[in-house]
């Protein structure tokens, strides 16, 4: 192993021991893509963090002995956060860093940086079964699908938590703006999203938001300008996926042709036991026109057609498959599809902080992740 690799492969040993872990590749990739991230020094300080917020007194008093000074240390943990690599937050003027996943967490970071030589490496690691069971043993899904309004009655009781407008209304701000990174990288491989030509879909909000316009990510926008966002965003069909937490961190606004979160949705057979949702669509046959608007507007291929010289003879639903986004009541005009909420409603951690807790409390060990990996494959419950 080259001389500059063993920084690297250190830097990937400590993230990996961290809730959502980044586990090391055959193929060398998890390596190139921490590279393209972390310039050497960078990856070497990188190594001082916690997957908790730490102040940067804490920080410099437990590595002194490394050689660094604390102007150096700072300077350096700040070009890092610049570009995503670590998590960032400035509370009452005191600085505090982590070490953040690779998704979500540095990649979504990365988002003024990408080339495509890292989309090439990303790829290559994401694709590899290590990064997959990682990504998807967390005890929580770090991100969740909640409801469009359009599908929500007051017959729901709908709890704030999965209320987009209430997510927003409760939120002191700021609100940031960004890029879909998604539909960036798609758009840098040569594919056009299906559903939306704009390019500012996804939101952060808080401290994440703070943090991202002080190092120039996103453009801040008001309170009434999230909302609206969001309305146009779900008008065009878009799947509301914020942070699972009870407080907002970010929103984003997903498609099925960019996505890489309802991309890797479509590929397992019970979705759902990796994904945080409380509520799944119904069809009341009796009403259903088959004019096949709900199956045009799925981002997650739910909703299945049968056609016979081009009329739609049948039109079928799979509940394994759906993930409670709403997208399919808002577009029937006929009220045949309905949301029906969970028997047992998924509450997420309050924080960022408590679901990084509950990931790390309950982080699986390689025989758990074999016998996930046999259930994933084979379609079993969990």
């Known amino acids: 192993m080259p001389k500059n690799d063993k920084v690297y492969r250190k830097l990937q040993a400590h993230l990996d021991k961290h809730p959502v872990g980044y586990p090391k590749t055959i193929s060398g990739s998890d390596i190139k893509v921490l590279k393209h991230i972390f310039t050497l020094k960078e990856a070497r300080i990188a190594t001082f963090l916690d997957y908790r917020f730490q102040p940067l007194e804490m920080i410099y008093e437990k590595h002194a002995p490394s050689g660094y000074s604390k ?67 967390t005890a929580v899904p770090q991100m969740r699908t909640i409801p469009v309004a359009e599908s929500i009655t007051p017959q729901h009781q709908i709890s704030t938590f999965d209320q987009v407008s209430a997510l927003i209304t409760d939120s002191p701000g700021p609100f940031a703006v960004v890029e879909c990174i998604c539909r960036k990288k798609k758009a840098m491989e040569g594919e056009k999203c299906a559903v939306t030509d704009r390019k500012e879909t996804c939101m952060a909000a808080n401290e994440i938001a703070a943090a991202a316009l002080e190092h120039g990510m996103g453009r801040e926008i008001s309170k009434q300008d999230a909302v609206d966002l969001l309305a146009e965003n779900t008008r065009q069909g878009m799947v509301l996926q914020p942070s699972n937490t009870q407080e907002i961190e970010f929103v984003c606004s997903c498609c099925g042709c960019c996505c890489g979160m309802l991309s890797i949705q479509k590929q397992l057979p019970r979705p759902l036991d990796f994904w945080a949702s409380n509520y799944f669509a119904v069809m009341d046959m009796e009403k259903c026109t088959k004019c096949g608007l709900c199956a045009k507007k799925c981002q997650v291929e739910a909703i299945s057609l049968k056609k016979k010289n081009r009329k739609i003879e049948r039109i079928r639903l799979n509940a394994k498959k759906c993930i409670g986004c709403g997208n399919c009541v808002a577009a029937c005009k006929f009220d045949a599809v309905s949301l029906v909420k969970k028997d047992k409603e998924a509450v997420p951690p309050k924080t960022f902080e408590d679901l990084n807790e509950i990931l790390m409390k309950n982080k699986k060990g390689t025989w758990d992740k074999v016998k996930m990996v046999s259930k994933m494959v084979l379609g079993l419950p969990q």
């Open 71 to 137: 102007d150096d240390i700072e300077k350096t943990l700040d070009q890092i956060a610049s570009k995503g690599g670590i998590g960032y937050r400035n509370r009452n003027g005191q600085r505090f860093y982590c070490n953040m996943p690779l998704v979500v967490g540095m990649y979504e970071g990365f988002l003024e940086n990408l080339t495509q030589d890292f989309i090439a490496d990303f790829g290559k690691y994401t694709n590899s079964p290590s990064f997959g069971i990682s990504f998807l043993s």
